[in-house]
């Protein structure tokens, strides 16, 4: 069983998803950690309720590297296989993320990639795209720019407002960032350049 730590800095509705999927046996991994930078997060509540181990790592007065080399302790610590990120508000260093070994993802709201970055869902809604969705990639060094793991549409609709359209995002990314876990537990992940190829045994 793969060892899942998620990383987040918000209200964590989407570690809530991967919550629920592993009680349902549908993750096909174990949420063993998750790691905030906010104190506060109700992520972390949500963690705590779940019985699932919490470790805050507050980035304030912090060096970019010195935060992610104890972010990598703390993940080597307790042996984590994957990691994902789940509305986890910071960029991660080359270093992070060449010395962690596994699999780093990311769900993001927007059909990749165009719209990365903050607040995606208004930029699209007010790009006027007809079609937006979610996203979950792999992380690079970039800023939402990894190989594409799964992608779902969401129509925007004429008499749609930005919220309108951001909780319809949310419900998909509820459904697909399970999903995607699911496959690179189970599965095998192959790379031909940037395109990422889940495999299913
Ligand atoms: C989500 O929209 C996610 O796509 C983005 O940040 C938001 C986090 O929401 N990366 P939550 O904390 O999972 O509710």
Redesign the pocket.
């Known amino acids: 069983m793969k060892r899942i730590a998620v990383l ?1 800095s ?6 809530q998803a991967l919550i629920d999927a592993e009680r349902k046996g549908d993750l096909g991994g174990a949420i063993a950690l998750v790691v905030s930078n906010v104190p506060g997060a109700h ?1 972390l509540e949500r963690a705590r309720l779940a019985g699932v181990e919490t470790v805050v790592i507050d980035h304030r007065g912090r060096l970019r590297e010195d935060y992610d080399r104890d972010l990598l302790s703390v993940l080597q610590e307790r042996h984590i296989d994957v990691v994902c990120l ?2 986890f508000m910071r960029i991660l260093s080359a270093i992070f993320i060449r010395t962690f070994g596994g699999p780093i993802i ?4 927007s059909l990749l990639p165009a719209f990365a970055g903050k607040d995606a869902q208004r930029q699209a809604f007010e790009h006027g795209v007809k079609v937006s969705g ?1 996203t979950v990639h792999l992380v690079d060094e970039g800023l939402d720019s990894g190989p594409i793991l799964m992608q779902e549409a969401v129509e925007v609709r004429d008499d749609d407002t930005a919220d309108a359209l951001a909780a319809r995002i ?1 419900e998909t ?1 509820h459904r697909i960032y399970p999903l995607a876990v699911h496959l690179l537990c189970r599965g095998s992940l192959r790379l031909e350049g940037r395109r990422a190829i889940l495999e299913v045994p």
């Open positions: 987040v918000g209200r964590g509705s989407n570690l992520a789940a509305g990311n769900i993001h709201p979610a949310l990314e």
